[in-house]
């Protein structure tokens, strides 16, 4: 581990937040940012989407710091301040699904080596949420785990299905998988796609937040996924679908108005999670937990009770199933 930048000014974190620079087994760079190292009710690991970076969840690790928890978050690798695996440095790439779990692997392996406040807990938005998902299949070391808009499938018509399949295993074949998906470019979301039409959020100001970290630091940004990481992701999801949902407390939190990730699959997984609950909200869009005030506050306070009734005070003991947490409301 060697110290890395953190943009401390961009993230509006907790005071002390802290970064750090990480090897993955095949050598890849990483980076890992903390913030409120000493929170005395647990850790939350959280897991990103794609085009996203550590300063992006400053505000989402200040509001955990209020509830006693310390945040660790990952840039995995091809994005963010981490190693970039095309020339062009723009495409969300990666060569396999599992690669990402390599990047989990040094991310615990650090949570253990700062002595990170136990238990752990897992927070994972969209693309986060499919490589969190087979994490815990997996057996990542947390008490439970909550998802927001998991990619636990991608969201397109029935009709572009089977063209997508296609096109992005063609690709390989033709040495063209580095190429961007149809309709994508090397531009960032935010920066391009005026706020009255985005699939993000309903806070102008969070949308402004945004899109102020990429104009002040644009290497942070990504633009469409490669036609590799398309046919990637299309594979890990419909694995993923086919297995079982582990035996673990779980929360997921999905807008009413979801555009981005397969609403049926997250539907479909959560009606048969085990002890797992779904909390829908009402108009709310692809980035749930970077709404309006009222909206963050509502949800980081449910996941806080979440973290809480599952975690540090039964840590010993069984945990009471999230449908149970939800009626304490």
Same mark, same amino acid.
């Given at each position: 581990m060697h110290e890395a930048p953190l943009l401390a000014d961009l993230a509006e974190g907790p005071e002390g937040g802290a970064a750090w620079w990480l090897t993955a087994a095949d050598g890849v760079r990483i980076r890992i940012g903390a913030w409120n190292r000493a929170g005395p009710r647990g850790t939350v690991l959280l897991f990103p989407g794609r085009t996203e970076y550590i300063e992006k969840y400053g505000r989402a690790a200040a509001d955990l710091a209020a509830c006693g928890y310390a945040t660790l978050?990952?840039?995995?690798?091809?994005?963010?301040?981490?190693?970039?695996l095309l020339d062009d440095p723009m495409p969300g790439h990666v060569h396999h699904f599992a690669d990402y779990q390599l990047d989990v692997a040094a991310m615990t392996d650090a949570a253990r080596r700062l002595d990170l406040p136990r238990p752990w807990h897992l927070l994972a938005h969209s693309m986060g949420g499919g490589i969190g998902l087979r994490a815990v299949m997996l057996g990542l070391d947390v008490q439970d785990c909550a998802f927001?808009?998991?990619?636990?499938?991608?969201r397109m018509a029935d009709a572009l299905r089977p063209v997508a399949w296609s096109l992005s295993w063609s690709s390989r074949q033709l040495g063209m998988s580095h190429f961007y998906a149809p309709g994508t470019a090397g531009e960032h979301y935010v920066l391009t796609e005026p706020f009255e039409t985005n699939k993000l959020t309903n806070d102008p100001e969070m949308y402004d937040y945004m899109a102020r970290q990429l104009r002040a630091h644009p290497e942070l940004g990504l633009g469409g996924p490669s036609l590799r990481w398309l046919h990637e992701a299309l594979r890990e999801t419909r694995d993923l679908a086919r297995r079982p949902s582990p035996d673990l407390p779980c929360l997921t939190i999905l807008g009413s108005d979801e555009q981005?990730?397969?609403?049926?699959?997250?539907?479909?997984?959560?009606?048969?999670?085990?002890g797992g609950h779904l909390e829908m909200v009402e108009g709310g869009r692809h980035e749930t937990l970077m709404d309006?005030?009222?909206?963050?506050?509502?949800?980081?306070?449910?996941?806080?009770?979440?973290?809480?009734?599952?975690?540090? /005070?039964? &840590?010993?003991?069984? $945990?009471?199933? /999230?449908? &149970?947490?939800?009626? $304490?409301?």
């Open positions: 978050v990952i840039d995995w690798r091809g994005q963010g301040l981490s190693d970039r927001s808009s998991p990619m636990w499938g991608i981005i990730v397969d609403v049926p699959r997250v539907l479909e997984r959560m009606a048969r999670w085990p309006t005030p009222e909206t963050r506050a509502r949800l980081f306070t449910l996941l806080c009770r979440f973290y809480g009734r599952s975690g540090s /005070a039964n &840590a010993t003991r069984p $945990a009471p199933p /999230a449908s &149970a947490v939800l009626q $304490a409301r």
